[in-house]
Nanobody, 125 residues
Framework: QVQLVESGGGLVQPGGSLRLSCAVS????????IGWFRQAPGMEREGVSC????????IDADSVKGRFTISRDNAENTVYLQMNSLKPEDTAVYYC??????????????????WGQGIQVTVSS
């Protein structure tokens, strides 16, 4: 069964950085596009960044452009989300997800087939 496990979350001060990891198993990043999503209390789940398996292209939400970077290490079967210049409004549970189609990538959660359990990121002084 496909598995995704997030790590690296926690509490950070505004302006700080965190790197989230998404370790995947039982499938190859060569064939699955990966997205990072987040959900704050009382809010809908929103797409943050995604990375296409077919050509390595990425898409970032406007709210994180220039601050967040998605990348992958195929040898480690891990996808990363480097988050810099964090703001209190970045506080949410962050999820990684895999899209089995793998053609391009999307920030729409409905396109994704497999999900991690989520990890909390809190930005607060």
């Amino acid at each position: 069964q496909v598995q995704l496990v997030e790590s690296g979350g926690g509490l950070v001060q505004p302006g700080g950085s965190l790197r989230l990891s998404c370790a995947v198993s039982r499938f190859s990043l060569d064939y699955y596009s990966i997205g990072w999503f987040r959900q704050a209390p009382g809010m809908e789940r929103e797409g943050v960044s995604c990375l296409s398996s077919s050509d390595g292209s990425t898409i970032d939400a406007d709210s994180v452009k220039g601050r967040f970077t998605i990348s992958r290490d195929n040898a480690e079967n891990t996808v990363y989300l480097q988050m810099n210049s964090l703001k209190p409004e970045d506080t949410a549970v962050y999820y990684c997800a895999a899209d089995a189609v793998g053609l391009g990538c999307s920030l729409d959660p409905v396109e994704y087939d497999y999900w991690g359990q989520g990890i909390q990121v809190t930005v607060s002084s």
